[in-house]
């Protein structure tokens, strides 16, 4: 809608997608399936919510080839709230990203909680105007997305079991290979960036940041509002919750508790006054019993 | 006032830790405000960029909004986005209950330029800032949409095509002044010009 050519306006730069990003910050995130799930999010405090056709918990269920959501119910969910609305595409499949950026979704998740489309590449993001958040288990994985265009990372678990311990593992694994980048001497850098399998140019910036260039959230597997406050303690900028909130006893209340718990997730009096009555948490799965090719946090290259 | 006041930054989401950064660099002493507790001894607020939806749910619910609305009265106060919809006494294009801080006699209207992928950076011309030109970057940004005589516009953005709620080539509102309240609908922390941060320290030190 805007065009502000005789204003020498640039739309869609880099920035403008990673300080979208920024603002997302020491918030949570919340999988909705439908305009009412989504008002019950906003309603909670989320920053945000993913439009998607079934939480990682039903995808993990009931099987099959998991898609782009249906853009009448993207659409449905965008009138619904006033805060962004994000989407996922599959890995790779960028004509799905393609119609989620016409829908005029705020931000698109390329996603591993999809079926991938493609085993070998990514999207090129670039190319997009909507920003784009990846997941990563390392931080080769992090700065691959990120060359390819990412504005944010959010560190992987296993969606939909309700076991935090895998983005326990991948939060802790990002953020101690990015301090010991900082710990490097310059001329230890090439060889770093050949074993992250990064680029160089973003392994320099870590290096000397001591942080990722783009927002770093967590995901997957996220149940509780001491679950939430945990990540936040191991260095995530805020928190994505799938299955944790919608399939619980009391998804408001709970969607409530984990968003007080994030933001106060530095005070111990506060997460405890936010986990009490919060009725069952989602069942859940031990990752340990999902045999490895059934585990998603390992797609994506 | 000292010349290293103590500025609070409201901490409840959003882009905290660069405005942070951008006040201490300004040569304030920094702090985070998330209880209402934090706010005993600040002499002065931002609120920082983010989603005012959620900001202003969670205000309400810390039992912030009343502390904060007090406190507008008496310190110096700035928001940048989601903060200038904070402290507007009308919004429009949000939800219908969403409560403010007001006191800054303004319509702000919400998501003004469109969706994310509308979000652009300009060089504005700043009288209260001299040269050069200032980079603003707008995110979902807000629309000040009508001002009372009381307040006075810092920045304008010219807008050739459909703005807003009108079809016009109108100057638009971006920055406002009204007394100890300063608001801008883009993002000067997410830059390194510290000349708005510098502007309020001063509004700060000289309140």
């Known amino acids: ?118 085993f070998t590449h990514h999207i090129d993001k670039w190319n997009f105007k909507t920003p784009f958040v990846c997941g990563a288990t390392n931080l080769g994985e992090a700065l691959r997305r990120i060359n390819e265009g990412a504005a944010m990372i959010r560190s992987k678990g296993e969606a939909g079991t309700g076991d935090v311990s895998n983005a326990t593992t991948h939060i802790r694994t990002i953020t101690s290979e990015i301090r010991k980048l900082s710990s490097m001497r310059p001329d230890e850098l090439y060889v770093a960036a050949k074993e992250l399998q990064a680029p160089y140019d973003l392994v320099v910036e870590v290096a000397r940041t001591g942080s990722l260039p783009v927002v770093l959230f967590t995901a997957g597997g996220i149940a509780t509002p001491a679950d939430a406050a945990m990540m936040m303690q191991l260095g995530a900028d805020g928190v994505f919750v799938g299955s944790g909130i919608f399939k619980s006893g009391d998804p408001k209340s709970r969607a409530e508790a984990i968003v007080q718990a994030t933001m106060n997730f530095d005070n111990p009096d506060e997460v405890a006054k936010a986990s009490r009555g919060l009725g069952e948490a989602m069942v859940g799965i031990n990752v340990a019993d999902i045999p490895v090719p059934h585990r998603l946090a390992e797609r994506g290259w | 006032m000292s010349s290293s006041p103590t500025i609070g930054v409201l901490a409840i989401q959003g882009d905290v830790r660069e405005h942070s950064k951008r006040l201490a660099e300004s040569g304030a002493v920094v702090r985070a405000v998330k209880l209402h507790s934090d706010l005993a001894g600040i002499s002065g607020l931002v609120i920082p960029g983010g989603e005012s939806t959620t900001m202003s749910i969670l205000a309400e619910r810390n039992h912030l909004l009343e502390p904060l609305r007090e406190l507008s009265k008496e310190i110096p106060m700035y928001g940048s986005c989601a903060g200038l919809i904070m402290l507007a006494d009308v919004v429009t294009d949000g939800r219908v209950d969403q409560p403010t801080i007001g006191g800054l006699h303004i319509t702000a209207q919400r998501n003004a330029f ?86 309020f320290v001063e509004m700060v030190r000289s309140a």
């Open chain 2, 114 to 199: 469109g969706r994310q992928r509308d979000s652009f950076e300009i060089d504005l011309d700043i009288a209260a800032l001299g040269s050069p030109a200032f980079h603003a970057i707008f995110i979902r940004a807000p629309l000040v949409t009508r001002v009372s005589p009381a307040v006075q516009v810092l920045a304008t953005i010219r807008e050739p095509v459909a703005f807003g709620d009108t079809h016009s080539h109108d100057e638009r509102v971006v920055a406002v002044r009204q007394g100890n309240l300063l608001a801008t609908s883009f993002h000067p922390e997410l830059t390194s010009d510290l000349r708005f941060h510098q502007y």
């Open chain 1, 1 to 118: 809608m805007t065009s502000q050519n005789d204003l020498n306006a640039q739309v869609a730069t880099t920035r403008v997608k990673r300080g979208m990003a920024d603002m997302l910050k020491g918030g949570v995130i919340m999988d909705v399936v439908n305009a009412e799930q989504a008002r019950i999010a906003e309603d909670a405090g989320a920053v945000a919510v993913m439009a998607l056709e079934r939480v990682p918990a039903d995808i993990r269920a009931q099987g099959g080839v998991a898609r782009m959501s249906d853009p009448d119910m993207i659409d449905e969910i965008i009138s619904a709230v006033s805060i962004p609305v994000m989407a996922k595409a599959r890995i790779g499949h960028f004509v799905e990203a393609q119609v989620i950026e016409s829908l005029g979704v705020d931000f698109i998740d390329e996603s591993e909680v999809l079926t991938p489309a493609d």
